[in-house]
Every structure is written in structure tokens, then in C-alpha cells.
């Protein structure tokens, strides 16, 4: 069977609550957009990368490298983001790749993997976990975990732990890493669905697509790179880059 071909949308705003210009913070000397569109494209995406923003200081910076598209800044989500800019988009390949601008050490294995689960036909989203060890807050709601089936199928994303360990077993818990790949006719439909009970609740909107009936791919990776989404992480992320 052929491999899927895809193309990677980066959605990428200036207005960020907890860390406003974000994408532009510096990272070694470096704006972040640009490591990680550099990190996109090392992924040798069949229709190449793509940066979804609302903002004319990021696109300057990201039009250096890519296009850029330029999307409503009300979208409420990345995916909107994403959904919105390939609506603008000539792309006719199979599969579209969600990549959040904070992610500048994204390894290509990762990329690749979400991509070659497209290759069963069942699958209309795909997204990445990890196993949590013994260092791991389990119990940190910004941490948000997955269960999956035998065929690595979701059955429940949460900020809570699961599954919960009544009986005093061992078990493996999954922390959720939030890169997603999709059939591009799926992001279409998953934007115009009303917002879900569950998706209000646990205030992740992948449960909205679990509820409507979606399937979503887990892909279990060894690889986390250190998120960014306070000024205080960059210390972590330069750091990192020393190693990386």
C-alpha cells in the first residue's frame, strides 16, 4: 500500500492569554515559528508547510520560509485555525497534519507516524501518546490522558487519572501529546460540529469528536519535547536546545 501524501498546517496566534507573542519568543537566538517550521520541514511533507495566523508580525517572520495563510482571530482552537486556512488551500493529498507553532523539537519519526496510520482506511484522526513513569504528576489535570483499546483506538481522553486503579493493580497510564494528523474531509465536518457535553466538561475538544461517532488513532512515541506555553518554559527549552 502506498504512503499517505500530506501536508503540514502550523496554526500560530499572537494573542495568547498566558504567553502573549509566543511564536515570536526567541529560542536560541531564533523566533520559535521559525524552528518549527524549520522542523516541518525536515518532514518533507508532500505539499509542503504552511503557517495558519492572524497576525502580520508572525507572518513577516514566517513568510521568510513558507506561506502563509491568514485566518479569522475569533477562531476559537488550532484546528479551527487549520480547518479555516486549508479551506483557502489548492491541496488534494491524502492526509493534513496539525502542527502548533510552540513545537520546535518535533522529531520527523513523529510526523511520520501519524501519517502512516492513514494507511487503514478506518482511521480519521491519529494523534501521539507516551507512557508515564514513576516521575510523572499523574494526577496533574494539565497532563491529559488517553485510554485506548486493544487496536490503539481512543476510547476516553481526561485531565483526571485513567483508568482509575480501584483493585490497587499495576498499570500504565498514557499521557496525551497533542499533535494530530487528519482525512481532510473529516477537519472540515469536525469544525462544524456544536461544541459536546464531554468537550465542556473536561474542556478538550478531541471529545467532541469521540461523541459524534470519529475515531481516533493512538500512536504510542518515546519522544517529548518540553512545552512552551509560559515565558518561564523558555529556561527549559534553551536548555533543551543544548541536547537536541
Known amino acids: 500500500m502506498r504512503q499517505p501524501s500530506f501536508g503540514i498546517i502550523i496554526p500560530a496566534r499572537y494573542g495568547s492569554t498566558r504567553f502573549p507573542g509566543k511564536p515570536l519568543a526567541l529560542i536560541g537566538g531564533k523566533p520559535m ?4 517550521i524549520e522542523a516541518a520541514l525536515n518532514c518533507n511533507p508532500t505539499a509542503g508547510v ?31 485555525r487549520i480547518s479555516a486556512a486549508l479551506s483557502q488551500l489548492k491541496w488534494d493529498y491524502d492526509v493534513v497534519v496539525n502542527l502548533q507553532g510552540d513545537e520546535p523539537f518535533i522529531a520527523v519519526e513523529q510526523v511520520q507516524s501519524l501519517v502512516n496510520a492513514f494507511t487503514n482506511p478506518g482511521v480519521h484522526i491519529a494523534t501521539l501518546k507516551k507512557k508515564m513513569g514513576p516521575s510523572d504528576d499523574i494526577g496533574n489535570p494539565n497532563f491529559v490522558k488517553v485510554v485506548s483499546d486493544a487496536f490503539g483506538k481512543a476510547l476516553y481522553f481526561s485531565r483526571s487519572v485513567i483508568p482509575y486503579n480501584r483493585g490497587n493493580t499495576e498499570n500504565t497510564y498514557f499521557k496525551h501529546i497533542g499533535m494530530y494528523a487528519f482525512l481532510p474531509h473529516v477537519l472540515a465536518e469536525i469544525t462544524q460540529i456544536p461544541e459536546s ?48
Not at 495558519?52 to 495563510?69: C, G, H, K, S, Y
Open 33 to 36: 515559528i521559525l524552528r518549527t
Open 50 to 80: 504552511v503557517v495558519a495566523t492572524d497576525d502580520e508580525r508572525i507572518a513577516e517572520v514566517a513568510q521568510t520560509l513558507v506561506q502563509v495563510v491568514f485566518t479569522d482571530s475569533h477562531l476559537p482552537s488550532g484546528t479551527d
Open 197 to 244: 457535553m464531554l468537550e465542556k466538561t473536561e474542556v478538550l475538544e478531541q471529545l467532541r469528536w469521540l461523541e459524534n461517532g470519529y475515531t481516533i488513532q493512538t500512536i504510542e512515541t518515546d519522544f517529548h519535547s518540553p512545552a512552551i506555553d509560559t515565558p518561564e518554559d523558555l529556561i527549559r527549552a534553551e536548555d533543551y536546545l543544548k541536547t537536541f
